[in-house]
C-alpha cells in the first residue's frame, strides 16, 4: 500500500468483477458493447443492464464508439459496485509511442470516478491483455499515474490482477514509485 498524493494504492490479485468498490474501471472496445477479456467477464457479471446503459450511449453521444484514452460511465449492473467507468485503452505499438494515450486512460477514469463521487476505485491491467503492453510499462504508467492525478473524493485505487506476473510487475511499479 501507498499513501502517496493521499490515495490509497492497493494491489489485489483477483477478479476484478468481484471487487466491492464504488467504481470498477472497464477495459473496453470502443464500441462499448461488450467483448473478450476484462471487458467481457463485465458485462457478463454485470448482466444486461450495462448493455442497455452502452447502448443508449452508443445511440446518442458516442455514435461512432468510444475514442481511445478517453472514459465514460455507466450503472455497474449486478457488480458489488455502483458504477462502471469504462475506458478504450491503445493497442501498443514498436513504432509509435503510445504512452500519453494509456496514461489518458487512467486520467480520465479518475476524474470521470470522481465526478461521480467515488471513493474506491478498481482497475485492471489496461492494455496488457491482448492489446500487448508490456506488463512492466503498463504496471509503471498505471501506478505514476493513479499517484499523481487521484485526488478527493477518491480515497482508495485497487488494481486487481488477474495473475501472480501481472501483481509481482504491479509491486515493483508501486515501489520503485515510493523509492
Not at 493521499?6 to 474501471?25: C, K, N, W, Y
Not at 461512432?64 to 450503472?75: D, I, M, W
Not at 503510445?98 to 492494455?127: K, N
Request: with cysteine; glycine share 10%.
Amino acid at each position: 500500500m501507498s499513501t502517496l498524493s493521499a490515495v490509497e494504492v492497493t494491489l489485489v490479485r483477483g477478479d476484478i468483477t468481484r471487487q466491492t468498490v464504488d467504481a470498477v474501471v472497464n477495459a473496453a472496445n470502443s464500441s462499448l458493447l461488450g467483448g473478450g477479456g476484462v471487458d467481457g467477464a463485465i458485462h457478463r457479471r454485470g448482466g444486461p443492464e450495462i448493455l442497455a446503459e452502452c447502448r443508449k450511449l452508443r445511440a446518442s453521444h458516442y455514435g461512432g464508439g468510444l475514442a481511445t484514452g478517453r472514459a465514460v460511465a455507466t450503472t455497474a449492473g449486478r457488480l458489488d459496485a455502483r458504477w462502471v467507468v469504462h475506458t478504450v485503452g491503445p493497442v501498443w505499438s514498436a513504432a509509435e509511442d503510445r504512452s500519453a494515450l494509456l496514461e489518458s486512460c487512467y486520467r480520465t477514469s479518475l476524474r470521470v470516478a470522481a465526478e461521480l463521487g467515488a471513493r474506491t476505485v478498481a482497475f485492471p491491467a489496461i492494455s496488457t491483455g491482448v492489446y500487448g503492453w508490456p506488463m512492466d510499462d503498463g504496471a509503471r504508467i498505471a501506478v505514476r499515474t493513479v499517484l499523481a492525478e487521484a485526488a478527493a473524493p477518491v480515497e482508495e485505487v485497487r488494481f486487481v490482477l488477474f495473475d501472480a506476473a501481472a501483481y509481482d510487475e504491479f509491486e515493483r511499479a508501486l515501489a520503485a514509485a515510493r523509492a
